[in-house]
């Protein structure tokens, strides 16, 4: 089993929609990471969190750390998020990635 | 800006060669870490290092080497290529001072083993 398990794995939607990207991990952590990765290849780090909730524009990251779960929220979904999502979490200075979540939006 | 990049961005080679990819961070930081990416895995690491003359294995080190002569550079090297290590290669860096461990990703390196 994957320390690190996301869900879905492919995500198609129409823009506009409301999108939730999920992520679970078996092991203790001092940090979740939401990355996400453009066709082309480049990765860029959204959000990270420890607990609680975080908020950037039409993106939500929640944690809740005693059921070792994370979401990924976008509101008003743009066919310019269609992208590789990818949860990581972190204990001392390395990361353990998850195999990501293609997310599709469709005009 | 501080930056992270990579060199070559596209390399195709043989099986046998010796390939060497570089990366190069102007973030001043300590942290520094190759992964390769490949369809149906997550990132895997493949080599860290934590400062100057540190390097250590990462779970996929078989054939790749590193060291780490200065702050600024990681470069990879594949002693002898293989087809299995056909794959998009990232370098990341972090901060360790700042007691967090977000990564900075490079924009990547395609290499193929023919």
């Known amino acids: 089993k994957n320390e690190v398990e996301q869900s879905p794995q492919n995500l198609t939607a129409q823009e506009g929609e409301f999108i939730t990207i999920n992520c679970s991990y078996s092991v203790g952590i001092s940090a979740l990471h939401w990355l996400q990765q453009h066709p082309g290849g480049g990765i860029v780090s959204l959000f990270m969190l420890s607990s609680g909730k975080k908020k950037h524009g039409r993106l939500i990251a929640t944690i809740n750390i005693q059921e070792k779960h994370s979401s990924l929220h976008i509101t008003a979904s743009h066919p310019r998020d269609s992208a590789v999502y990818i949860c990581?979490?972190?204990?001392?200075?390395?990361?353990?990635f998850g195999t990501g979540t293609r997310l599709q939006v469709f005009p | 800006d501080a930056e992270i990049t990579q060199s070559p961005r596209h390399k195709i080679t043989e099986t046998g060669r010796q390939v060497t990819l570089a990366c190069h961070q102007t973030?001043?930081?300590?942290?520094m870490f190759w992964y390769r990416q490949d369809l149906g895995h997550g990132l895997r690491l493949i080599h860290y290092?934590?400062?100057?003359?540190?390097?250590n294995k990462g779970e996929v080190s078989d054939g790749y080497s590193v060291s780490r002569s200065n702050t600024e550079d990681l470069p990879l090297t594949l002693e002898s290529a293989a087809s299995s290590q056909t794959s998009v290669y990232f370098c990341?860096?972090?901060?360790?001072?700042?007691?967090?461990?977000?990564?900075?990703f490079g924009p990547g390196t395609r290499l193929t083993v023919l």
């Open positions: 990581a979490v972190g204990n001392t200075d390395k990361l353990i």
């Open positions: 290092s934590y400062g100057v003359q540190d390097t």
């Open positions: 990341a860096s972090s901060d360790r001072a700042s007691g967090y461990n977000e990564q900075f």
């Open positions: 973030w001043n930081h300590n942290n």
